[in-house]
């Protein structure tokens, strides 16, 4: 984002866009945007924007390098909170909203914040304050981009269909990760709404959000991401997706690459649910991944539609070689078997879970996970799993197929 080193080779140009602002604030605004080493661009909206009442945009501003907003939450919040929207959608990934309000409400700030603004100005209009916000956003554009230190990895989770259990799977994972290996550890439900992360452990998750944090990124820190995961009692880490219906937001791609290479920065493994669309966003997590496990259950329809997904992917030209079939409640009886599924998908069978129907809804209804302490079947698979992502067994290789996978000796 912001590809925009400033140097005397290069112009960089900035769109100014002030939205039900005061005309005497507007001024000031304009005035103190003048005195910033930028081509200037400006257009003012008297009433609030959306996709229902679309402004009329210049392609000189549709053509600059970035572009600020400045928008009056007072007047009305509901349309501010649309408008903000609606300018995300149309210079996604080069822009920065500012939020002006005279309200001293924390709830404002959260609205705004919420609604995408990277910024809030208070009333009445401070140049100093408004200017040293100017000069954060110059240093932010005008410095070279930098690729977040990788020091994490980045496992993700694709249910081939709804139900096969690959939320369950995820959340395991992470909190076994934590438990017997004190891994810091992110879990991240990439749902655009109704996901069930937060429902499996416990935990609050209406707070904050994954798209939030996406919106976000530009000012993204240690400090300011503690703010937006909820804690489990484990230590896991979590980002939840909205619970309520009609409330996923699409996430600019460009946005969510960023969000988590950074994320990948701060923890030692980012644990990504996704739901089973191959958009822009979850191809953008499975470009970043370090292993992407597909799981399905031992039934035809699964099976079907595990070989349709791995067709998918390799038709996108994704590497097989961190991709990994999990075949999920697996028994003898009634199943398809191991050897039908690998010809059906011509991938091998990675990684075998016992069926621990039982065990896992009372997990579920408790909000308990189930713990490692645990002698179960289900227990043991998962120590193993978490020990083998940290890399401290040795797995043995039993499977002759073509892209033999390290978890081949469960199956």
Same mark, same amino acid.
């Given at each position: 984002?912001?590809?925009?080193?400033?140097? &005397?080779?290069?112009? =960089?140009?900035?769109?100014?866009?002030?939205?039900?602002?005061?005309?005497?604030?507007?001024?000031?605004?304009? #005035?103190?945007?003048?005195?910033?080493?930028?081509?200037?661009?400006?257009?003012? =909206?008297?009433?609030?924007?959306?996709?229902?009442?679309?402004?009329?945009?210049?392609? #000189?501003?549709?053509?600059? @390098?970035?572009?600020?907003?400045?928008?009056?939450?007072?007047?009305?919040?509901?349309?501010?909170?649309?408008?903000?929207?609606?300018? #995300?959608?149309?210079?996604?990934?080069?822009?920065?909203?500012?939020?002006?309000?005279?309200?001293?409400?924390?709830?404002?700030?959260?609205?705004?914040?919420?609604?995408?603004?990277?910024?809030?100005?208070?009333?009445?209009?401070?140049?100093?304050?408004?200017?040293?916000?100017?000069?954060?956003?110059?240093?932010?554009?005008?410095?070279?981009?930098?690729?977040?230190?990788?020091?994490?990895?980045?496992?993700?989770? =694709?249910?081939?269909?709804?139900?096969?259990?690959?939320?369950?799977?995820?959340?395991?994972?992470?909190?076994?990760?934590? #438990?017997?290996?004190?891994?810091?550890?992110?879990?991240?439900?990439?749902?655009?709404?109704?996901?069930?992360?937060?429902?499996?452990?416990?935990?609050?998750?209406?707070?904050?959000?994954?798209?939030?944090?996406?919106?976000?990124? @530009?000012?993204?820190?240690?400090?300011?991401?503690?703010?937006?995961?909820?804690?489990?009692?484990?230590?896991?880490?979590?980002?939840?997706?909205?619970?309520?219906?009609?409330?996923?937001?699409?996430?600019?791609?460009?946005?969510?690459?960023?969000?988590?290479?950074?994320?990948?920065?701060?923890?030692?493994?980012?644990?990504?649910?996704?739901?089973? &669309?191959?958009?822009?966003?979850?191809?953008?997590?499975?470009?970043?991944?370090?292993?992407?496990?597909?799981?399905?259950?031992?039934?035809?329809?699964?099976?079907?539609?595990?070989?349709?997904?791995?067709?998918?992917?390799?038709?996108?030209?994704?590497?097989?070689?961190?991709?990994?079939?999990?075949?999920?409640? =697996?028994?003898?009886?009634?199943?398809?078997?191991?050897?039908?599924?690998?010809?059906?998908?011509?991938?091998?069978?990675?990684?075998?879970?016992?069926? &621990?129907?039982?065990?896992?809804?009372?997990?579920?209804?408790?909000?308990?996970?189930?713990?490692?302490?645990?002698?179960?079947?289900?227990?043991?698979?998962?120590?193993?799993?978490?020990? @083998?992502?940290?890399?401290?067994?040795?797995?043995?290789?039993?499977?002759?197929?073509?892209?033999? &996978?390290?978890?081949?000796?469960?199956?």
């Amino acid at each position: 984002m912001f590809n925009s080193t400033q140097d &005397s080779t290069r112009i =960089f140009s900035t769109a100014l866009l002030t939205v039900c602002v005061e005309p005497e604030t507007m001024d000031e605004i304009v #005035q103190t945007v003048e005195s910033m080493p930028w081509v200037l661009v400006t257009a003012d =909206f008297e009433a609030y924007i959306s996709a229902a009442r679309r402004p009329n945009l210049s392609q #000189q501003i549709k053509m600059t @390098n970035a572009c600020i907003a400045v928008v009056d939450f007072d007047k009305d919040p509901e349309q501010a909170v649309e408008t903000t929207k609606y300018l #995300q959608m149309m210079f996604p990934g080069k822009i920065a909203i500012v939020a002006l309000s005279e309200s001293q409400d924390p709830s404002v700030l959260l609205l705004a914040m919420r609604a995408g603004c990277s910024e809030f100005l208070k009333k009445p209009f401070n140049h100093t304050v408004f200017l040293e916000t100017l000069k954060r956003l110059d240093q932010l554009w005008s410095a070279p981009e930098v690729k977040a230190e990788k020091t994490g990895s980045m496992l993700s989770f =694709f249910g081939a269909k709804g139900g096969v259990g690959s939320t369950t799977l995820a959340v395991h994972l992470a909190m076994y990760l934590v #438990q017997c290996h004190q891994k810091r550890t992110l879990l991240i439900d990439n749902h655009p709404q109704l996901g069930h992360v937060c429902v499996y452990l416990g935990l609050d998750g209406s707070r904050y959000h994954l798209n939030e944090v996406v919106r976000n990124v @530009n000012r993204l820190d240690s400090d300011l991401l503690r703010g937006f995961t909820a804690k489990h009692s484990s230590g896991l880490e979590v980002l939840s997706s909205p619970d309520v219906c009609g409330d996923g937001q699409v996430m600019d791609a460009d946005s969510v690459t960023r969000t988590l290479a950074f994320l990948r920065s701060e923890y030692d493994y980012v644990i990504v649910d996704c739901a089973t &669309s191959l958009d822009e966003t979850n191809l953008a997590v499975i470009e970043g991944s370090s292993q992407v496990y597909l799981v399905a259950t031992p039934e035809i329809g699964a099976i079907r539609d595990l070989s349709r997904y791995v067709d998918k992917l390799m038709q996108i030209e994704f590497t097989t070689e961190k991709m990994h079939v999990v075949i999920n409640r =697996f028994s003898s009886r009634y199943a398809v078997n191991i050897e039908q599924i690998e010809k059906a998908i011509h991938l091998p069978v990675a990684i075998k879970l016992p069926n &621990s129907y039982t065990e896992l809804v009372r997990s579920v209804n408790l909000g308990e996970p189930i713990a490692p302490q645990r002698k179960s079947e289900f227990a043991m698979q998962f120590t193993k799993w978490a020990n @083998n992502v940290v890399g401290s067994m040795e797995l043995s290789i039993e499977h002759e197929a073509p892209r033999k &996978s390290l978890f081949a000796k469960w199956v």
